[in-house]
């Protein structure tokens, strides 16, 4: 069975700072992964994912994830972030030729001013 | 283009009553997903269309729970009867290329239920 693993679930950050939010995942077979932001009072909207090739992934915002198979890792990061990247952060993850997707339990990043 | 929305944006009932959710996809979606998240938990799959068809629903919790999607456009979850226990925030999500988990999902705002 698969699992997700945030790290952390509250991050606070100053205005300009860089920052990683990290995310952790078991799964037996090749698993396609992603990350999505969740603004309040809306729905859930999609950063960025892995599906194959290139191990870097860039996403929208600014935001880039590292697919690492051997750590089962992907971690996010952006190397300054605004006031309007105060949001909730979900890493997910499918099975390669399967139909669910797995979330994490979500990271608050908080940026101050 | 219209986002994939959700009513009642809040819900509130008493133990033992009967809630139905209901879900717009975005227009020409195939595939129709309801999550759940309660309160800081992680957000569990629930269940998958394919246009009007449960392709997977391994994640509907018990019997209480029944989602339909009549005519493959929109799906409602009708809790009956609901308990404490199912109080969290129900999400909603299409994508368009029927089966495709690669394909982007895009979620609705989700609906607060609570049962008192």
């Known amino acids: 069975a698969q699992s997700v693993t945030q790290l952390d679930s509250q991050v606070p950050v100053f205005e300009e700072a860089p920052v990683e939010l990290r995310c952790n995942y078991s799964?037996?077979?090749?698993?396609?992964l992603f990350w999505y932001v969740q603004y309040p009072n809306q729905g859930l909207q999609l950063l960025l994912k892995y599906l194959s090739g290139s191990t870097l992934v860039k996403g929208i915002n600014g935001f880039e994830a590292e697919f690492n198979k051997s750590q089962t890792s992907f971690h996010l990061r952006k190397p300054s972030v605004h006031i309007s990247d105060t949001a909730e952060y979900f890493c997910a993850v499918s099975e390669t030729g399967g139909f669910k997707t797995i979330f994490g339990a979500g990271t608050r990043l908080f940026v101050k001013a | 283009e219209a986002g994939v929305t959700q009513f009642p944006s809040h819900s509130v009932i008493e133990k033992g009553q009967t809630v139905t959710l209901r879900c717009d996809p975005i227009?020409?979606?195939?595939?129709l997903y309801w999550y759940r998240r309660v309160m800081g938990k992680e957000i569990k799959f629930l269940l998958h269309f394919v246009k009007e068809s449960k392709q997977d629903e391994s994640g509907m919790p018990n019997n209480r729970f029944l989602a339909e999607r009549t005519g493959g456009t929109y799906s409602t979850l009708k809790v009956q009867p609901a308990e404490l226990e199912d109080s969290g925030v129900y999400f909603c999500a299409s994508s368009q290329v029927a089966g495709a988990v690669t394909d982007t999902q895009y979620f609705g705002p989700g609906t607060r239920l609570t049962v008192l």
């Open positions: 799964s037996s077979v090749s698993v396609y």
């Open positions: 227009s020409g979606h195939d595939n």
